[in-house]
């Protein structure tokens, strides 16, 4: 039996399904996002879906036009600052990808709806206007629910602890997620802004030090067998020029586990934590 495809259909609905699957990979990712920037990569998502009109395809084949749409979407519909950040979204946005096709598959060997076809890794239903407007509500009415009782809110501050190491010692503090936060060494690494008392206590010297002005604070730490330098950053909306070292390692505590990080730049800001309940900042790209 011959399936009739009606195109406005087959990418109204591949629209909303892959808005849901970028939410979902923003969601994971904590990745900024805007809703403009979401719907132009669902959009597309839902044209790239007139692929299931093309003669059936191999697995690599499939695989490669999946992979390339994931690069697309990724690129359309996130503003990501760093290749690691970015191919950590597009290896997410895939694995939803592969979560939905699971679903689909199970759905059509358990019941075998005639309403659903499937071709080239994309899904068509045939369900018709209604269908598509009572389909859109439902996605509707499960993105608030998620956003409201499962997906972390991003708008809600994220702090964490986090244990620095260097020298054979180590300290802990509290750390607050900064999204405006996008520093790196110029080498390359992670960077944690820390407060100088977190600092001082960390490398054992007095946190008055990094009160003093830039060209002392290098030569003093320099006595004690620290190599220090300067970095540009920006925390908390605010550009600043701060002395920095590196630590042996960092453990960040999550909602997800432990991450690690390997020779992290530990910059200093002195007197910019009073009051508040942290006395660290890491960057988006830490957490991932």
Same mark, same amino acid.
């Given at each position: 039996?011959?399936q009739i495809v %009606?195109?406005?259909?087959?990418i109204?609905l591949?629209?909303?399904?892959?808005?849901?699957m970028?939410?979902?990979?923003?969601?994971?990712?904590?990745v900024?996002n805007? &809703?403009?920037?979401?719907?132009?990569?669902a959009i597309?998502?839902?044209l790239?879906s007139?692929?299931?009109? $093309? @003669?059936?395809m191999s697995a @690599?084949?499939?695989?490669?036009?999946k992979s390339?749409?994931?690069?697309?979407l990724?690129?359309?519909?996130?503003k990501i600052?760093?290749?690691?950040?970015?191919f950590? *979204?597009?290896?997410?946005?895939?694995?939803?990808n592969?979560?939905?096709?699971?679903?689909?598959?199970?759905?059509?060997?358990?019941f075998?709806?005639?309403f659903?076809?499937?071709?080239?890794?994309?899904? +068509?239903f045939?369900?018709?206007?209604?269908?598509i407007i009572?389909?859109?509500?439902?996605v +509707?009415a499960?993105?608030r629910i998620?956003?409201?009782?499962?997906?972390p809110d991003?708008?809600?501050?994220? /702090?964490?602890?986090?244990?620095?190491f260097y #020298?054979?010692k180590?300290?802990? &503090?509290?750390?607050?997620l #900064?999204?405006g936060?996008?520093?790196?060494?110029? *080498?390359?690494g992670?960077?944690? /802004?820390? #407060?100088? $008392?977190?600092?001082?206590e960390?490398?054992?010297? #007095?946190?008055? /030090? %990094?009160?003093l002005?830039?060209?002392e604070?290098l030569p003093?730490?320099g006595?004690?067998?620290?190599y220090?330098?300067?970095?540009p950053?920006?925390?908390?909306?605010?550009?600043?020029?701060?002395? $920095?070292?590196?630590?042996?390692k960092?453990?960040?505590?999550?909602?997800t586990?432990?991450?690690?990080?390997?020779k @992290?730049c530990i910059?200093? $800001?002195?007197?910019?934590?009073?009051?508040?309940? +942290?006395d660290?900042?890491?960057?988006?790209?830490? /957490?991932?």
């Open positions: 039996m011959t %009606f195109v406005d259909v087959l109204v591949n629209t909303v399904v892959t808005f849901i970028l939410l979902t990979t923003a969601s994971l990712t904590g900024k805007s &809703t403009g920037r979401m719907v132009l990569g597309t998502g839902g790239f007139l692929v299931l009109l $093309a @003669p059936q @690599p084949y499939i695989f490669l036009t390339a749409m994931a690069v697309a990724v690129g359309i519909s996130f600052q760093s290749i690691k950040r970015f950590i *979204c597009i290896a997410l946005f895939l694995g939803v592969l979560f939905y096709a699971g679903v689909m598959y199970g759905i059509d060997c358990l075998a709806p005639s659903i076809s499937t071709k080239n890794g994309f899904s +068509y045939n369900i018709g206007s209604v269908g009572v389909l859109c509500c439902t +509707y499960v993105v998620l956003k409201k009782y499962v997906l991003s708008r809600k501050p994220r /702090i964490y602890n986090v244990t620095l #020298d054979g180590s300290t802990q &503090t509290k750390a607050l #900064d999204t936060n996008s520093v790196t060494d110029m *080498c390359g992670d960077v944690i /802004i820390v #407060d100088a $008392a977190v600092a001082s960390l490398i054992g010297c #007095d946190e008055k /030090i %990094f009160s002005s830039g060209g604070i003093i730490l006595e004690r067998g620290i220090a330098r300067f970095i950053v920006k925390m908390l909306g605010t550009g600043k020029v701060l002395a $920095a070292f590196t630590a042996e960092a453990v960040i505590e999550t909602e586990g432990s991450s690690f990080l390997k @992290p910059a200093v $800001a002195e007197g910019c934590f009073d009051e508040l309940n +942290y660290a900042l890491l960057a988006q790209s830490v /957490i991932i």
